[in-house]
Nanobody, 128 residues
Framework: QVQLVESGGGSVQAGGSLRLSCAAS????????MAWLRQAPGKEREGVAAMSNGGRTSYSDSVKGRFTISRDLAKNTLYLQMNSLKPEDTAMYYC??????????????????????WGKGTLVTISS
């Protein structure tokens, strides 16, 4: 089992910045890819940014150039630096970890049932 705990969400004005963190614990040896996804009210969950174990990254078109995904292997923590935030970035942000590979558009491919993990999310609210 892998546990993921997000933090760093909050409320900021448009143009501001936030850094999200995702602390991973448990048996992480099977994880090949980690990602940030978000879900706005009334919308489907969408990929934002992903990073493979090998360090490859992918981003959704809507955040390219504004968001940066990174990790600290020693701390088993994934980060999402979000700059130039817009009201449309308002959403619940989730961390995910899967044994699948990285896909385009800021997501990871899912592995077998029961081997994909999600955190409970952290809320980001951007005011205009």
């Amino acid at each position: 089992q892998v546990q993921l705990v997000e933090s760093g969400g909050g409320s900021v004005q448009a143009g501001g910045s936030l850094r999200l963190s995702c602390a991973a614990s448990g048996y992480t040896g099977s994880i090949q890819c980690m990602a940030w996804l978000r879900q706005a009210p009334g919308k489907e969950r969408e990929g934002v940014a992903a990073m493979s174990n090998g360090g490859r990254t992918s981003y959704s078109d809507s955040v390219k150039g504004r968001f940066t995904i990174s990790r600290d292997l020693a701390k088993n923590t994934l980060y999402l630096q979000m700059n130039s935030l817009k009201p449309e970035d308002t959403a619940m942000y989730y961390c995910a970890a899967t044994p699948g590979g990285i896909s385009s558009g800021g997501a990871c491919y899912l592995g077998p049932y029961g081997r994909n993990y999600w955190g409970k999310g952290t809320l980001v609210t951007i005011s205009s």
